[in-house]
């Protein structure tokens, strides 16, 4: 994906048009980033900043909006507040100029946690359970093949909220709602169909070559497997597991139906954290840069291997 | 380079019956069904057509999942 | 299971016997080991996607609902079909998806393709930039929506501000107002799936040979000709497993949709998943929502195939 390979397609390409193109592409980049650059700012406005007409470009960073974030407050009476003494710390002083004391941790951090179990938990079955089924689909004779392929894959595309019911009443039955156990398989399974089909296309890659000779050095088939296929497909396995995990990440729709508690994650958390007098918007820009940070870094650095997944394997390189 | 062409042709004429079970034209039926299906349940223009188009759509699904096991 | 063992075991025996019979003897057979892969994948999907959805398809022909376990689940027919395809109301909601489903399309190729075509001129940095441009699809959907409510505020929001800086408008309530919600949500959809496009053309063009255009340039083919008869159909594909694509899942958008506007104002961007995630979670008339769920399925199910069919060709 680098620029130069690509200047082939466009042998006569004159520096001025390039220069037209790169013009209108930093553009568009620049536009496009506009909304998430903003966001990042009012994680650090004031509230009155946050809604400060006209918007606030320039303003005195504060740590307001993520000490909300991550605690919960309650209003009190200036003479309550004397009474505490002088406060013990930073977020205590910034908390208390607004007539608040700090009563506790909010839900956020739990939510987040959340997050990372169910997403690290899903991604690892689903990439577990796809790298062995993607081999046994590319190395053997299985009945209806075609078929059970094509509908792995098209499970992954049914509406969230369609399948949410029957697992809704299904989960209920099996004590399984709102457990972080219940998503993790949920999202396995969601993840799997993409897991075997991304994964499969690694391993047609891989020469059936080096497994016999494998096997004729006096290797069992499995042994095969785990010694000389699965090596080869380390940089396929890890494409694959982004992108799992982006996906579990992200994931709202069952989210929101299947957990209320327990086992929420952040996604369905961030749109209520909600402040005194109607959304807090510093703490809900501070929860969205939080959240949204590892993904953007992830598609910085990775961004090659993600590319195939998110196409479903149309784009191989 | 006409030579096999002819060959392929004659075999495919001699098979006769099989000729008209083979899965590329069908499977551009049942995609044009499944289209036109989608298009009368979104479309704002005719009641009557969106009453029905469930019905053209489940039948272009369902004929797609049978002619993709119709031999290439 | 210990690699090394088995591996001291398997060499012995392999040079203790004769081929056919080491063969039998080197633990599983092909079939066994086939099966033993790939069935926890097919149970796991039996159980959290088959069965719900026969599940689906059973409930949608009863009154039953989730709220009221005790109550009589009787089987109605095809009463719950009926009702859905005679109302006008989701007739309504299936235009509002199709309002979006179109624009969305629409703009998205238009500024993906336009995009694609001018990354490939292969400026210096392009590659760098192309990365920034895709960060907006990587992200949760939910969260987008979200944090958009924000820059959409119309009197201290940055959108109407912008805008009006341009073109003195007043301020813009783009999710308040039922003219403009319906925009709200194509604007939030192609500023976040435009990349998407934009990608799948950029592969389109990078597979067309350079000998083609090298040959056009013999002919003397101007700019606009080699576009129509070289670039575009190479690219054509591709531009339809990505339209494909999206359509597929902006046919089903929930997530974005509802922190955005929830439906509103009114029932102008009711959505088809939105109104039946009501319908479900909300007013539990399940079976209802089970036939809507169905007709959701197949809907879907029917593009994937031909999404399936179009992948196919692509990638041989």
Redesign the interface.
């Known amino acids: 994906m680098s620029a130069r390979s690509t200047a082939y397609s466009v042998g006569e390409s004159s520096t001025w048009t390039k220069w037209i193109a790169a013009v209108l592409v930093i553009g568009y980049a620049l536009v496009a980033m506009i909304p998430l650059v903003w966001i990042g700012m009012t994680g650090f406005k004031s509230p009155p900043d946050s809604i400060a007409y006209p918007p606030k470009v320039f303003f005195e960073p504060t740590l307001e909006g993520y000490v909300n974030l991550f605690t919960t407050r309650s209003r009190q009476t200036d003479e309550y507040i004397e009474s505490l003494g002088p406060p013990e710390t930073w977020y205590d002083e910034l908390v208390r100029e607004r007539n608040m004391v700090i009563t506790g941790p909010s839900r956020f951090a739990d939510r987040y946690k959340n997050s990372i179990v169910i997403g690290f938990g899903s991604t690892f079955l689903a990439v577990f359970l796809g790298t062995l089924a993607a081999y046994g689909f590319s190395r053997f004779k299985v009945p209806l093949k075609d078929d059970l392929l094509f509908f792995i894959l098209s499970t992954r595309m049914m509406p969230p909220i369609a399948v949410a019911i029957p697992i809704f009443l299904m989960y209920r039955e099996l004590g399984l709602s709102d457990t972080a156990l219940g998503m993790i398989l949920l999202y396995t399974a969601v993840n799997l169909s993409l897991a075997v089909w991304l994964l499969k296309g690694f391993v047609d890659e891989i020469p059936r070559e080096y497994e016999e000779a494998a096997v004729v050095d006096g290797y069992t088939r499995f042994q095969a497997f785990y010694k000389v296929v699965l090596p080869q497909m380390r940089s396929g396995i890890a494409a694959t597991a982004i992108f799992c995990l982006i996906f579990a990440w992200n994931e709202y729709a069952f989210a929101l139906l299947l957990t209320s508690g327990e086992a929420q994650t952040a996604p369905p958390f961030i749109p209520i954290i909600i402040g005194e007098g109607g959304l807090d918007w510093p703490a809900v820009a501070a929860g969205t840069t939080v959240f949204l940070l590892p993904v953007v870094i992830f598609t910085v650095l990775l961004r090659n291997q993600l590319l195939r997944g998110i196409t479903f394997g149309a784009i191989r390189k | 380079m006409s030579a096999p062409g002819t060959g392929t042709l004659q075999k495919t004429k001699g098979r006769g019956l099989a000729r008209w079970f083979r899965r590329g034209p069908w ?1 551009n039926v ?2 044009v069904l ?2 036109l ?2 298009f009368m ?4 223009f005719s ?1 009557w057509l ?5 019905s053209v ?2 039948t ?2 369902l004929g ?2 049978i002619v ?1 096991h119709f031999p290439e | 299971m210990s690699g090394g063992a088995m591996e001291s075991v398997a060499d012995a025996a392999a040079r203790a016997t004769p081929k056919r019979v080491a063969g039998r003897l080197r633990g599983l057979s092909d079939r066994a080991i086939a099966w033993l892969f790939i069935s926890p994948t097919i149970v796991l999907l039996l159980a959290i996607n088959i069965f719900p959805l026969l599940w689906t398809v059973y409930l949608s022909f009863t009154n039953y609902r989730a709220n009221q376990p005790g109550r009589e689940v009787k089987w109605i027919g095809t009463r719950n079909y009926e009702r859905l395809l005679g109302s006008e109301d989701v007739w309504g909601y299936m235009q509002a998806t199709a309002h979006f489903l179109v624009w969305t399309m629409v703009l998205q190729v238009i500024i993906g393709l336009g995009l694609a075509l001018l990354i490939n001129r292969g400026f210096r940095t392009s590659g760098f930039w192309t990365t920034v441009i895709l960060i907006p699809m990587m992200l949760s959907p939910a969260v987008v929506g979200t944090f958009w409510t924000y820059l959409y505020q119309p009197q201290t929001g940055i959108f109407s501000y912008i805008i009006n800086t341009f073109v003195e408008v007043g301020a813009l309530n783009m999710i308040g107002s039922v003219s403009l919600a319906p925009w709200a949500i194509v604007i939030v959809d192609t500023w976040m799936w435009t990349p998407y496009i934009m990608l799948l053309c950029l592969a389109g063009l990078r597979s067309i040979p350079p000998y083609l255009y090298e040959a056009a340039e013999i002919d003397r083919a101007n700019a606009l000709q080699k576009f129509w008869y070289i670039t575009l159909p190479r690219i054509l594909p591709f531009l339809m497993l990505a339209v494909l694509f999206r359509g597929i899942e902006n046919f089903k958008m929930f997530d974005m949709v509802v922190e955005l506007t929830s439906g509103g104002p009114g029932s102008t961007t009711e959505l088809a998943s939105i109104n039946l995630k009501r319908e479900a979670f909300e007013k539990w008339r399940t079976g209802y929502a089970s036939a809507f769920a169905v007709i959701l399925f197949v809907t879907v199910f029917g593009l994937a195939s031909i999404y399936v069919k179009a992948l196919n060709r692509v990638r041989s």
Do not use: D, K, N, R
């Open positions: 499977e049942a995609s499944i289209a299906g989608i349940l979104m479309q704002p009641e969106y009453g029905w188009s469930f759509i489940l272009g699904t797609f999942v993709s």
